[in-house]
């Protein structure tokens, strides 16, 4: 409850939750002693694909026995999800002592949450000097409030397309801007590039970087990765090739996450990351809501032998990903579907393929989704499209056969209600 009072009174400090713009956050990390210029950071930037990678890290150097500070956005369940210090998410105590001293050292400035949440965290992280720091990007990145360091160990880019588009100017909602907004701002040290859709987004990239006078390693050129038949993962880069498990994680995309993590470690050599340690991290990878099976708890048991699978992509790369998974399994697929407002609902829905049936719902305790039943009515070219108003009406209602598999998607906030109703 003490942690909820000092979350809203946070949230009321700026009347935008979104506010681009780097002028309040270094004011109040000034206050504070600059505690980001303490850090040793790998960045993580990207529309696609930041939370997973991350993941792959602190998997891979935990076997390292390297402890990691972990900065993500947003949280799926919790808060304090955002908040990882020495391997460990905060408890609630913690994580309210470190918002009451943030809060008295902005002395009631005004301040958007994220702001405020990121200058907690590097203050929190810069008491563990020695660990690495995982820190996601938000919306963009040149004026994200994360674009505080002054150096880092490396960047990395994950996929990128299009979405966040209603941020943007009218006559700049594209792709090559928002490569622009992600990438021109990066520090010189590695910069790694992760497998993207298209050579022309790999071109746009590279023209955004190409003063930058970091080493850059870009898939497909500098690292890659093939799938065997026979049940391993060739990997390959500069540093030689290495035969690796099938990770633990679902999706070609994951795999694609998991060697740009491996690129990015291995070219860091002051972390003396083993063959060993990459073997042992990638088979204990932890992902919420990133197709996640849930395989036990009250939503679980309304589905019996059925499979029951929850994701966030919320943005038409993400659609394509996903479905390229689906594609692979031989077997009817329902989809359960709640979104934002300001997503393109149609081009999200229009990568999903061979669809058994397609349910929207209403997504709980979110003023700025969509509602299930408007939703219905804009995807209506699904012939067999269903509204129901919540997340077990929806399950109940499908017909499953015997090895059919049911999937709910369309928005992180979403997922952490069918994560917390479960």
């Known amino acids: 409850?003490?942690?909820?009072?000092?979350?809203?009174?946070?949230?009321?400090?700026?009347?935008?939750?979104?506010?681009?713009?780097?002028?309040?956050?270094?004011?109040?990390?000034?206050?504070?002693?600059?505690?980001?210029?303490?850090?040793?950071?790998?960045?993580?930037?990207?529309?696609?694909?930041?939370?997973?990678?991350?993941?792959?890290?602190?998997?891979?150097?935990?076997?390292?026995?390297?402890?990691?500070?972990?900065?993500?956005?947003?949280?799926?369940?919790?808060?304090?999800?955002?908040?990882?210090?020495?391997?460990?998410?905060?408890?609630?105590?913690?994580?309210?002592?470190?918002?009451?001293?943030?809060?008295?050292?902005?002395?009631?400035?005004?301040?958007?949450?994220?702001?405020?949440?990121?200058?907690?965290?590097?203050?929190?992280?810069?008491?563990?000097?020695?660990?690495?720091?995982?820190?996601?990007?938000?919306?963009?990145?040149?004026?994200?409030?994360?674009?505080?360091?002054?150096?880092?160990?490396?960047?990395?880019?994950?996929?990128?397309?299009?979405?966040?588009?209603?941020?943007?100017?009218?006559?700049?909602?594209?792709?090559?801007?928002?490569?622009?907004?992600?990438?021109?701002?990066?520090?010189?040290?590695?910069?790694?590039?992760?497998?993207?859709?298209?050579?022309?987004?790999?071109?746009?990239?590279?023209?955004?970087?190409?003063?930058?006078?970091?080493?850059?390693?870009?898939?497909?050129e500098d690292y890659n990765y093939l799938l065997k038949e026979n049940g391993f993962i060739y990997y390959e880069d500069k540093n030689g090739g290495i035969k690796l498990p099938i990770p633990n994680v679902k999706g070609q995309f994951q795999l694609d996450n998991i060697s740009t993590a491996i690129a990015t470690l291995r070219s860091i050599d002051q972390l003396k990351v083993s063959e060993k340690h990459i073997k042992n991290g990638i088979t204990k990878i932890k992902s919420i809501a990133r197709l996640q099976e849930i395989d036990s708890g009250k939503l679980k048991e309304l589905v019996k032998n059925n499979k029951l699978l929850v994701d966030g992509s919320h943005n038409p790369l993400g659609a394509k990903v996903l479905n390229e998974y689906l594609e692979s399994l031989n077997c009817d697929k329902h989809i359960i579907l709640g979104m934002m407002g300001n997503k393109n609902h149609n081009e999200y829905m229009s990568y999903f393929k061979n669809i058994a049936s397609l349910t929207t719902i209403d997504i709980p305790n979110q003023p700025n989704s969509i509602k299930g039943k408007v939703l219905k009515n804009k995807l209506n070219s699904f012939e067999n499209v269903k509204y129901k108003e919540g997340i077990i009406d929806a399950i109940k209602s499908i017909p499953v056969k015997e090895n059919d598999i049911i999937l709910i998607t369309g928005s992180l906030y979403l997922a952490g209600e069918v994560l917390n109703l479960n």
């Open 1 to 220: 409850m003490k942690l909820q009072k000092i979350v809203n009174r946070l949230q009321k400090l700026h009347p935008k939750e979104i506010d681009l713009s780097l002028n309040r956050i270094k004011k109040l990390c000034k206050t504070l002693g600059n505690p980001q210029d303490k850090l040793k950071a790998i960045s993580v930037v990207g529309t696609n694909g930041k939370y997973s990678t991350i993941q792959a890290l602190f998997a891979i150097l935990k076997e390292t026995n390297i402890m990691c500070n972990i900065y993500t956005s947003p949280h799926i369940k919790r808060i304090n999800e955002r908040f990882v210090f020495n391997n460990e998410e905060l408890n609630d105590d913690d994580l309210v002592v470190l918002f009451e001293e943030i809060e008295e050292a902005n002395n009631n400035e005004p301040i958007t949450f994220f702001e405020i949440l990121t200058a907690a965290y590097f203050y929190n992280a810069s008491k563990y000097p020695e660990n690495i720091n995982l820190i996601e990007t938000g919306l963009f990145h040149r004026f994200d409030a994360t674009n505080m360091l002054k150096d880092n160990l490396a960047s990395i880019v994950t996929s990128i397309g299009l979405d966040h588009l209603d941020w943007l100017p009218e006559n700049e909602k594209t792709t090559k801007k928002i490569i622009f907004e992600k990438t021109s701002n990066l520090l010189n040290s590695n910069i790694i590039i992760a497998k993207q859709s298209s050579s022309e987004i790999v071109n746009e990239i590279k023209n955004s970087i190409i003063k930058n006078s970091s080493k850059k390693y870009f898939f497909n």
